[in-house]
C-alpha cells in the first residue's frame, strides 16, 4: 500500500505509548520494537516462454520463542516495510494471546489474479524453496499461515514442498498452518478469524462498564453492523454474527461499491453472488452503490480488508460506536486518537483479529503430537455420560429429554474443542485487556491495554534471557 511507511510508523508509535506507561529500561523498548530480521528474496521462474522475477520477503520481528509465526500475503502492492509492520503486530498478537510464538509476516510481490493456478504453484514452490533454503521456514522456527491473498491451497504447496526438502523432518507437516483438513489441518481453521471476532465482540458486550462507555446495554440482539470487506475474515464475522448473535448487518463495502439493507442483508446469498460474479453489484438483495457505507449510522463497524481504510481524512465522519479491527491496522495511529476523543470504542486488531493465529496455534500442536484432538478421550466421555444420565433416570423416573440429550451425551469432538478453546483465549484475553483499561485513567483505550499486556511479556522473555 502507499502508506506502509506510514503504517510501520503507526505501529511503532502504539507500542511507544505502552512502553512509555510501562517505563521499560532505556534500550529495551527500543530492542523490543525493531524487526530482529528480514529476508528479501528475488528469484526467477520459467513461465509462459520467458524468464519472470519475483520479490519476496520474510520478516521476523521476535524469535523468543520459537518459533516465529504469521501469514504470508500475495499482493502486487507488498513491500518491505509493510512486512516488518506485519511481523511486529504479530509478536504484540502472540503475546497478548499468550500463544508460545514469536512474530513474523512474508509477503510475496505478485497479483494473483494474473496468474493460473498451475503458474500460481510453481512460484510459491520457487518462494516456498527460498524461505526454507534460508531457515525462514520450518516448524521450530517459522512456520507461515494464510494472509491476503492466500488460503488453503497455497499451504499444501508450501508444506509439500518442504516435507521434499526435508525429507526426514518427522514434524513437517507443522511448517505451516491453515492447511486442509485431509493434509494436516484442523477443524474450524478457515473461519477461526471470523469466529474469534464474534467472540470479541460477544466478550465486550458480556462486559457491562465497557459496554457503557458506547451507552449501549447488553444485547446483541438487532445490533446494526457494516463490514467492509466479504474476504474470509468479513465473510465469517458477517455470517456468524447474523446467524448465531441477532446482529443486522445493514451494509457491506466492497471494492465496487457498498450494498445496503436495513433490514439485514443475506451474507451466504452476497457472498456466492461475489463468487459467481466477482463483485457485490447487481446483488438483489440490497441496494448498491458505488461509493462507501465505511460512515453510515450504525452500532458496529468491522473493517476486514487492508491497513489503513480509517485515517485521519475519514475518522471525522464515522458514526459507529464501536469499531472491531478484524484487518491488521485498518485504524491508522491518527485516527485513532480522533475516534478516542470522539469517544468511539476501539477493539484493537492484536486482539480482535487474533483466532487465526489462536487456531493456528492448536493446528500446530496436533502436527507435533500427531493425532487429532479429542481421539483418546472422545468415547469414554461419552460412556461417563452415559452412566450418568442412566442413573439420573433411574433414580428420578424421568427420562432425558430427547433436544438436550445428544449434545450432552456426545462426547466432544475435534471441532467442540477448537471452538471451545478459542472461546477460552479470546475471553481470557478480553477479561485482562479490559480489567486493566478500567483500572486506571492513565491507559486511554483498549489498544493500550492490549500492547501494555503484551509488551510486559516480551519484555519479561528479553529480561530472563538476558537479552537487551
Ligand atoms: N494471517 C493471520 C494473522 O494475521 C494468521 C497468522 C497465523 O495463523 O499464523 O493473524
Not at 510459491?124 to 521450530?140: C, D, I, K, V
Not at 460474479?277 to 440490497?286: A, L, N, Q
Not at 477448537?418 to 477460552?424: A, F, H, I, T
Request: proline share 4%.
Amino acid at each position: 500500500m502507499s502508506n506502509s511507511h506510514g503504517f510501520l510508523a503507526d505501529v511503532t508509535s502504539m507500542f511507544n505509548d505502552a512502553a512509555e506507561i510501562l517505563a521499560l529500561e532505556e534500550g529495551l523498548a527500543e530492542k523490543i520494537a525493531v524487526c530482529n530480521t528480514t529476508l528479501t528474496t528475488r528469484f526467477g521462474v520459467r513461465l509462459r516462454g520467458k524468464m519472470y522475477t519475483f520479490e519476496g520477503w520474510r520478516s521476523v520481528h521476535s524469535n523468543h520463542p520459537s518459533p516465529a509465526k504469521g501469514g504470508i500475503r500475495f499482493a502486487p502492492y507488498a513491500n518491505h516495510e509493510e512486512v516488518e509492520a506485519l511481523a511486529a503486530l504479530m509478536s504484540y498478537k502472540c503475546a497478548l494471546m499468550d500463544l508460545p510464538f514469536g512474530g513474523s509476516k512474508g509477503a510475496l510481490k505478485v497479483d494473483p489474479t494474473e496468474w493460473a493456478p498451475h503458474e500460481m504453484e510453481r512460484i510459491t514452490r520457487r518462494f516456498a524453496q527460498e524461505l526454507a533454503r534460508h531457515e525462514f521456514l520450518s516448524p521450530s522456527q517459522n512456520v507461515p499461515a494464510p494472509d491476503v491473498g492466500t488460503n488453503e491451497t497455497t499451504m499444501i504447496w508450501i508444506a509439500d514442498e518442504y516435507r521434499r526438502m526435508k525429507s526426514h523432518d518427522i514434524n513437517a507437516s507443522a511448517c505451516v498452518t491453515g492447511k486442509p483438513l485431509a493434509m494436516g489441518g484442523i477443524e474450524g481453521r478457515i473461519e477461526a478469524t471470523g469466529r474469534g471476532v464474534q467472540y470479541a465482540i460477544e466478550a465486550f458486550f458480556q462486559t457491562p462498564e465497557d459496554v457503557a462507555k458506547i451507552g449501549l446495554d447488553e444485547s446483541l440482539e438487532g445490533r446494526t453492523v457494516v463490514v467492509q470487506g466479504l474476504g474470509n475474515v468479513g465473510y465469517h464475522a458477517a455470517k456468524f454474527l447474523s446467524e448465531d448473535s441477532g446482529c443486522k448487518i445493514i451494509a457491506v463495502v466492497e471494492r465496487d461499491g457498498s450494498i445496503r439493507n436495513p433490514d439485514g442483508l443475506d451474507i451466504e446469498a452476497l457472498r456466492k453472488h461475489m463468487t459467481d460474479t466477482g463483485g457485490i453489484s447487481g446483488f438483489e438483495g440490497g441496494e448498491f452503490d458505488s461509493g462507501s457505507a465505511l460512515s453510515d449510522a450504525c452500532d458496529i463497524l468491522i473493517p476486514a480488508a487492508l491497513e489503513s481504510a480509517i485515517h485521519d481524512g475519514n475518522a471525522h465522519e464515522i458514526k459507529a460506536k464501536l469499531i472491531v479491527e478484524a484487518a491488521n491496522g485498518p485504524v491508522t495511529y491518527a485516527a485513532n486518537t480522533i475516534l478516542r476523543e470522539r469517544g468511539v470504542v476501539i477493539i484493537p486488531d492484536l486482539y480482535a483479529n487474533a483466532g487465526g493465529v489462536t487456531v493456528s496455534y492448536f493446528e500446530w500442536v496436533k502436527n507435533l503430537t500427531h493425532i487429532p484432538f479429542g481421539l483418546m478421550e472422545r468415547r469414554r466421555d461419552e460412556q461417563g455420560s452415559r452412566m450418568l444420565a442412566r442413573q439420573i433416570e433411574n433414580m428420578t423416573g424421568c427420562h432425558f429429554p430427547a433436544e438436550s440429550a445428544e449434545p450432552f451425551l456426545s462426547g466432544a469432538r475435534e471441532i467442540d474443542l477448537v471452538r471451545s478453546g478459542l472461546d477460552e483465549k479470546m475471553r481470557s484475553a478480553y477479561g485482562e485487556m479490559s480489567r486493566l483499561w478500567n483500572s486506571s485513567d492513565d491507559i486511554p483505550d483498549l489498544r493500550t491495554a492490549a500492547y501494555i499486556i503484551a509488551v510486559k511479556r516480551i519484555a519479561e522473555i528479553y529480561r530472563a534471557l538476558g537479552i537487551g
